[in-house]
């Protein structure tokens, strides 16, 4: 190769030149997450971004597009890392035509591009073409000089592309490879282009999107037919630079340099471990990229991808014995790289390492919390003698102590013990199932409930943004049982209740966080309370209860179809008020603890509010009071609040903030509150922030990993808080006999003399009362060691472990086992001294030997270990055992 360009830098400049100087508009890369597209999780291709482009070419900005496009895909994780050619972030080099040129010019150019100016070897060089696709065999052989031997057709399932759904756009494909040599290959005679191994490199995928696949079977040929192609950076920087994998390239080998670096001294490189090292460098990548664009690991939807990703290259780590937070340390060398091509990664590498470390503590604490459970797991199935940890395990460690399962894989290999994944996938399958069924008021079942029609026309007309009462006419109504609503707090359980859809409403139901309005219905002389609001198949439910005794409910709607609606008017503007200062946390929030913070949820009532967002730690006291500080001002600001109607798009373009995963149509409500925020929402707002009166911060906490929740209150509520505080400051005092300045002060002497009593009842608990004692007395003197075995009163394991450690500070030289029956078990804790343990006793190795003694199992270090078995009657067998075991541990006899 005689060409200068080696770097993925060089190769991504040279490709756009390339193509820009074929007339071709250069189009920056989308985002990971594809706007507008929620057929996909994640950008995965090139295309993604021009597919109406090429549903409808005409009236386009431009006909021919070049980019590089960054991508994600992880259907293929447990290939990361073994092959040259897998991974879960990449780059794709893209040229697109919408219905200018072709066939002829998409493969001119490609071959140009590789020959001229990539100036790879021909000799090197195959391609293939749709078993059917005659023309492009002969623009290959004929037009540029392939030989016939050198292309290849394949079938359907590697060179035909599309369509996504049943019908649609799609078309054959062609593809240049470059054999690797054979070293790579399978040694099967019948090796070439198409096959699994690593020999032939496919590294530039053209297709030719030229049908339209119809619903009888029919490919239709499109009037102007397009080119989607993707070339691969990694594969061809492989290429370029000779490496001999993608992780040897420039953009992968720094990363997997800095992986090995914070692995423990003296760690194997080679073999399996390779290819965990290189599965955690490609995941580094992944997650700087995808958290920098403000994707967070969740349980749901991309953050579960993300998370998945994650704990795999924790999990990694861990069987390297890394114990600690160190992926974090690695987005800086991922920035190092990728920042000079990707400037965003600069500047929220800082929130992303952030984040990045506060999923590995999390996952941390996960083990250490589950480890105990997983170690009673495997005591259970070794008394059992099975090998396996069936699915329902694996799932109760992943649901409960959010064990991933490839760790609980990892640590049952350690073991010599498998996991039944299957059984995993059906018990996560079978909570998906429970948690559908759980949803009282899932859409589908609400859209089948049937109703009486009264009378014909519009309905569920909204009208509480100008008003709070008038009249409505009733449309349709249901008699309804108050046993269906159990979560309804009915004035009375006996006697019926009442749904009503009206022609307008001034009632809001229940959505977008925001709670609905309560109030009442007068009809014929009678009065009817709104329990509940809410919508069902795009209308307006109202759930009213009678205030006094009504023989038949639905004849006295039946027969007033004209109603007067009054609103709750305190409540509207109490929930206003919440709604509106819910706004102005947000912009606090984003102010105070950084760009990064993106709503995952809320709840605005009349009473309180309750904000959820994005965010890996906990927000500090000082943050919390900026954050009220910030909110009050604007309050007291008396910021203007002004809504408007507006296409999505232009709301966008403002600068509007939208929720993720929240639907809206074309025409959107946006809500500006002076120059601090811009959102789209359709709920109640003030007119002006200083009708909220005071903000509130009651509580700051986390609801799960990467979501925080703050819950506050503002207005009548935020004042009732702080005479509640006052009272309870008042009671305390009082409790306590002193004044409310002088509370904290006796609180803290109280505490000091609590402390003093806690630490003298562990001295007498580490003494064992004398028990402990009296066993050490007792021991049996062996060559000048102490062998110890008794029951010291212990009252929990922790206990026991405390008189273990005081065994070894009182005794020179000895080992002891101490008992204590407990929750149908009987437990012992062995300990050994330092000069024993350099003789070969360990008290792990003693828990191996006494296991199998008592009938259970356990572990621990070389100094303390843990035994559990469910045969109490073998506190006596171990006992008797030890003196001999460690003789024989010594003496070899």
Same mark, same amino acid.
């Given at each position: 190769?005689?060409?200068?360009?080696?770097?993925? +830098?060089?190769?991504?400049?040279?490709?756009?030149?390339?193509?820009?100087?074929?007339?071709?508009?250069?189009?920056?890369?989308?985002?990971?997450?594809?706007?507008?597209?929620?057929?996909?999780?994640?950008?995965?291709?090139?295309?993604?971004?021009?597919?109406?482009?090429?549903?409808?070419?005409?009236?386009?900005?431009?006909?021919?597009?070049?980019?590089?496009?960054?991508?994600?895909?992880?259907?293929?994780?447990?290939?990361?890392? *073994?092959?040259?050619?897998?991974?879960?972030?990449?780059?794709?080099?893209?040229?697109?035509?919408?219905?200018?040129?072709?066939?002829?010019?998409?493969?001119?150019? @490609?071959?140009?591009?590789?020959?001229?100016?990539?100036?790879?070897?021909?000799?090197?060089?195959?391609?293939?073409?749709?078993?059917?696709?005659?023309?492009?065999?002969?623009?290959?052989?004929?037009?540029?000089?392939?030989?016939?031997?050198?292309?290849?057709?394949?079938?359907?399932?590697?060179?035909?592309?599309?369509?996504?759904?049943?019908?649609?756009?799609?078309?054959?494909?062609?593809?240049?490879?470059?054999?690797?040599?054979?070293?790579?290959?399978?040694?099967?005679?019948?090796?070439?282009?198409?096959?699994?191994?690593?020999?032939?490199?496919?590294?530039?995928?053209?297709?030719?999107?030229?049908?339209?696949?119809?619903?009888?079977?029919?490919?239709?040929?499109?009037?102007?037919?397009?080119?989607?192609?993707?070339?691969?950076?990694?594969?061809?920087?492989?290429?370029?630079?000779?490496?001999?994998?993608?992780?040897?390239?420039?953009?992968?080998?720094?990363?997997?340099?800095?992986?090995?670096?914070?692995?423990?001294?003296?760690?194997?490189?080679?073999?399996?471990?390779?290819?965990?090292?290189?599965?955690?460098?490609?995941?580094?990548?992944?997650?700087?990229?995808?958290?920098?664009?403000?994707?967070?690991?969740?349980?749901?939807?991309?953050?579960?991808?993300?998370? *998945?990703?994650?704990?795999?290259? %924790?999990?990694?780590?861990?069987?390297?014995?890394?114990?600690?937070?160190?992926?974090?340390?690695?987005?800086?060398?991922?920035?190092?790289?990728?920042?000079?091509?990707?400037?965003?990664?600069?500047?929220?590498?800082?929130?992303?390492?952030?984040?990045?470390?506060?999923?590995?503590?999390?996952?941390?604490?996960?083990?250490?919390?589950?480890?105990?459970?997983?170690?009673?797991?495997?005591?259970?199935?070794?008394?059992?003698?099975?090998?396996?940890?069936?699915?329902?395990?694996?799932?109760?460690?992943?649901?409960?102590?959010?064990?991933?399962?490839?760790?609980?894989?990892?640590?049952?290999?350690?073991?010599?013990?498998?996991?039944?994944?299957?059984?995993?996938?059906?018990?996560?399958?079978?909570?998906?199932?429970?948690?559908?069924?759980?949803?009282?008021?899932?859409?589908?079942?609400?859209?089948?409930?049937?109703?009486?029609?009264?009378?014909?026309?519009?309905?569920?007309?909204?009208?509480?943004?100008?008003?709070?009462?008038?009249?409505?006419?009733?449309?349709?109504?249901?008699?309804?049982?108050?046993?269906?609503?159990?979560?309804?707090?009915?004035?009375?359980?006996?006697?019926?209740?009442?749904?009503?859809?009206?022609?307008?409403?001034?009632?809001?139901?229940?959505?977008?966080?925001?709670?609905?309005?309560?109030?009442?219905?007068?009809?014929?002389?009678?009065? %009817?309370?709104?329990?509940?609001?809410?919508? &069902?198949?795009?209308?307006?439910? +109202?759930?009213?209860?009678?205030?006094?005794?009504?023989?038949?409910?639905?004849?006295?709607?039946?027969?007033?179809?004209?109603?007067?609606? =009054?609103?709750?008017?305190?409540?509207?503007?109490?929930?206003?008020?919440?709604?509106?200062?819910? =706004?102005? %946390? =947000?912009?606090?929030?984003?102010?105070?603890?950084?760009?990064?913070?993106?709503?995952?949820?809320?709840?605005?009532?009349?009473?309180?509010?309750?904000?959820?967002?994005? +965010?890996?730690?906990?927000?500090?006291?000082?943050?919390? &009071? /900026?954050?009220?500080?910030?909110?009050?001002?604007?309050?007291?600001?008396?910021?203007?609040?002004?809504?408007?109607?507006?296409?999505?798009?232009?709301?966008?373009?403002?600068?509007?903030?939208?929720?993720?995963?929240?639907?809206?149509?074309?025409?959107?409500?946006?809500?500006?509150?002076?120059?601090?925020?811009?959102?789209?929402?359709?709920?109640?707002?003030?007119?002006?922030?200083?009708?909220?009166?005071?903000?509130?911060?009651?509580?700051?906490?986390?609801?799960?990993?990467?979501?925080?929740?703050?819950?506050?209150?503002?207005?009548?509520?935020?004042?009732?808080?702080?005479?509640?505080?006052?009272?309870?400051?008042?009671?305390?005092?009082?409790?306590?006999?002193?004044?409310?300045?002088?509370?904290?002060?006796?609180?803290?002497?109280?505490?000091?003399?609590?402390?003093?009593?806690?630490?003298?009842?562990?001295?007498?608990?580490?003494?064992?009362?004398?028990?402990?004692?009296?066993?050490?007395?007792?021991?049996?003197?062996?060559?000048?060691?102490?062998?110890?075995?008794?029951?010291?009163? @212990?009252?929990?394991?922790?206990?026991?472990?405390?008189?273990?450690?005081?065994?070894?500070?009182?005794?020179?030289?000895?080992? @002891?086992?101490?008992?204590?029956?407990? /929750?149908?078990?009987?437990?012992?804790?062995?300990?050994?001294?330092?000069?024993?343990?350099?003789?070969?006793?360990?008290?792990?190795?003693?828990?191996?030997?006494?296991?199998?003694? @008592?009938?259970?199992?356990?572990?621990? /270090?070389? =100094?303390?270990?843990?035994?559990?078995?469910?045969?109490?009657?073998?506190?006596?067998?171990?006992?008797?055992?030890?003196?001999?075991?460690?003789?024989?541990?010594?003496?070899?006899?």
């Amino acid at each position: 190769m005689n060409s200068n360009i080696r770097t993925a +830098h060089q190769i991504r400049k040279a490709y756009v030149d390339f193509f820009v100087g074929k007339k071709h508009t250069e189009v920056p890369g989308a985002p990971l997450v594809p706007k507008g597209d929620a057929t996909l999780l994640f950008t995965s291709a090139g295309m993604v971004q021009f597919k109406d482009y090429y549903l409808s070419p005409d009236n386009l900005p431009y006909t021919r597009a070049v980019s590089v496009q960054k991508c994600l895909r992880a259907g293929d994780l447990e290939s990361v890392g *073994r092959t040259l050619r897998h991974h879960t972030f990449f780059e794709m080099l893209g040229n697109f035509s919408f219905g200018d040129y072709f066939k002829v010019e998409a493969i001119e150019w @490609a071959w140009e591009f590789v020959v001229d100016v990539l100036q790879l070897p021909v000799d090197l060089l195959y391609v293939s073409v749709f078993e059917e696709d005659d023309e492009a065999f002969e623009l290959w052989n004929e037009r540029i000089g392939v030989p016939a031997e050198r292309i290849v057709r394949l079938g359907r399932k590697d060179n035909f592309w599309g369509p996504v759904g049943k019908t649609g756009i799609c078309g054959p494909c062609s593809e240049i490879y470059y054999d690797a040599g054979e070293a790579r290959g399978c040694g099967s005679g019948s090796c070439a282009p198409g096959c699994d191994c690593d020999r032939y490199l496919e590294f530039w995928n053209l297709v030719f999107p030229q049908f339209f696949l119809e619903e009888d079977g029919t490919y239709r040929p499109l009037e102007k037919p397009g080119i989607d192609t993707g070339a691969g950076l990694e594969r061809i920087a492989m290429i370029m630079q000779g490496a001999e994998d993608n992780f040897h390239t420039d953009i992968f080998q720094p990363l997997v340099d800095a992986v090995i670096a914070v692995l423990p001294e003296n760690t194997d490189t080679t073999g399996e471990a390779k290819m965990g090292i290189n599965m955690i460098a490609d995941h580094a990548r992944s997650l700087t990229f995808t958290i920098s664009e403000g994707i967070y690991p969740s349980n749901e939807g991309r953050g579960y991808i993300l998370r *998945r990703i994650l704990r795999r290259a %924790l999990t990694r780590l861990h069987t390297f014995g890394i114990v600690e937070p160190v992926l974090y340390g690695l987005v800086d060398e991922v920035v190092r790289v990728m920042g000079d091509d990707y400037p965003e990664l600069i500047e929220r590498a800082p929130d992303t390492a952030m984040i990045i470390r506060a999923e590995e503590e999390n996952f941390f604490r996960t083990i250490e919390e589950g480890r105990s459970r997983f170690r009673t797991i495997i005591d259970d199935i070794k008394t059992e003698n099975k090998r396996l940890i069936d699915g329902e395990q694996a799932f109760l460690l992943y649901d409960t102590y959010g064990f991933p399962l490839e760790l609980t894989i990892a640590l049952a290999a350690e073991e010599g013990f498998e996991v039944d994944e299957a059984g995993f996938a059906s018990a996560m399958e079978e909570q998906r199932k429970r948690a559908q069924r759980s949803s009282a008021f899932d859409a589908g079942e609400q859209a089948l409930v049937e109703m009486t029609e009264l009378s014909e026309g519009e309905s569920s007309i909204f009208t509480g943004y100008e008003s709070v009462g008038g009249e409505a006419e009733v449309r349709r109504y249901r008699v309804l049982d108050k046993s269906e609503r159990k979560d309804i707090a009915w004035s009375r359980e006996s006697g019926a209740a009442i749904e009503l859809i009206l022609d307008r409403t001034p009632f809001y139901a229940t959505s977008g966080g925001q709670l609905a309005d309560s109030g009442w219905i007068e009809t014929a002389g009678h009065r %009817l309370e709104i329990r509940d609001v809410l919508k &069902r198949g795009g209308e307006i439910i +109202h759930m009213a209860e009678p205030v006094d005794d009504i023989p038949d409910i639905g004849e006295l709607v039946s027969g007033n179809a004209k109603i007067r609606l =009054h609103v709750d008017d305190e409540a509207r503007l109490a929930t206003a008020a919440g709604h509106t200062t819910t =706004h102005l %946390l =947000h912009a606090a929030l984003r102010e105070v603890v950084g760009g990064h913070v993106a709503q995952a949820g809320s709840l605005v009532g009349p009473d309180r509010l309750r904000f959820d967002f994005n +965010h890996f730690q906990a927000v500090t006291g000082e943050e919390k &009071r /900026k954050i009220e500080e910030l909110v009050n001002r604007w309050i007291r600001d008396s910021l203007e609040v002004r809504t408007e109607l507006m296409d999505y798009q232009e709301a966008m373009d403002s600068g509007a903030v939208a929720l993720f995963d929240e639907k809206y149509g074309a025409k959107v409500r946006v809500v500006r509150i002076g120059d601090v925020s811009t959102e789209l929402c359709g709920g109640t707002h003030l007119s002006s922030t200083g009708q909220a009166g005071l903000f509130l911060i009651v509580s700051e906490s986390s609801v799960a990993a990467g979501v925080r929740r703050i819950e506050a209150v503002t207005g009548q509520g935020a004042l009732r808080h702080v005479h509640d505080a006052f009272d309870r400051e008042e009671e305390a005092a009082s409790l306590l006999r002193t004044i409310p300045a002088e509370t904290a002060p006796r609180i803290s002497a109280m505490l000091e003399t609590l402390e003093e009593l806690k630490k003298e009842i562990k001295r007498v608990e580490k003494g064992g009362g004398g028990r402990l004692e009296a066993i050490i007395e007792a021991a049996k003197e062996m060559s000048g060691m102490k062998i110890a075995a008794g029951r010291p009163g @212990a009252r929990d394991v922790g206990a026991l472990r405390a008189m273990a450690d005081s065994f070894r500070e009182r005794v020179p030289s000895g080992a @002891a086992v101490l008992s204590m029956p407990g /929750k149908g078990k009987m437990h012992f804790v062995i300990t050994v001294t330092d000069d024993l343990v350099e003789r070969g006793v360990t008290a792990d190795g003693l828990v191996k030997e006494l296991g199998s003694l @008592a009938g259970g199992g356990g572990g621990g /270090k070389r =100094h303390l270990a843990q035994l559990g078995t469910k045969d109490l009657d073998s506190e006596k067998r171990v006992f008797e055992a030890l003196p001999g075991l460690i003789e024989r541990f010594i003496y070899g006899r």
